[in-house]
């Protein structure tokens, strides 16, 4: 596993995104073919994969192009044109949501794993603390 993330690590982004906009090409086309609603959560794999290697930007690019291969895999499915705009919206903007989110938690891990998190939460702490009493200074309550 770790031989595959550095590889991925290795890569150009334009083949990333390439790699991502295939994978919700090859996941429309299957939506496609089924019809089946519960393969919207597969959409979610390649969002992860962007908001993963390119940050927010793109896991909005990826969440946008999957909504749009969702609309088209349901062209044929509904009778009334209005229902499949309300589901296409509401499937790409969960797709978006749930983009960002991990885009935001991904961020917040690596700050914790570079230490600029705990180095700033250290500073607070370190400003609340009169100046005269120091956190771990022995024999001092």
């Not at 690590?9 to 906009?21: G, H």
């Not at 989110?101 to 914790?112: C, D, P």
């Amino acid at each position: 596993m770790k031989k595959l993330l550095n590889l991925v690590k290795t890569l150009p982004a334009w083949s990333l995104v390439l790699i991502e906009i295939s994978l919700v090409a090859t996941i429309g086309y299957a939506d496609y073919l089924t019809g089946d609603y519960s393969i919207l959560i597969f959409y979610a794999i390649p969002v992860a994969l962007a908001s993963w290697s390119h940050g927010g930007l793109g896991a909005i690019i990826v969440s946008v192009t999957a909504g749009c291969a969702r609309y088209i895999s349901e062209y044929g499915s509904y009778s009334y044109r209005d229902v499949r705009y309300l589901n296409s919206i509401i499937d790409m903007l969960f797709l978006l949501i749930l983009g960002l989110a991990m885009s935001a938690i991904i961020r917040l891990i690596n700050e914790e794993n570079n230490g600029k998190r705990g180095m700033i939460a250290a500073e607070k702490v370190d400003k609340r603390v009169p100046h005269q009493v120091k956190v771990g200074t022995p024999g001092r309550w």
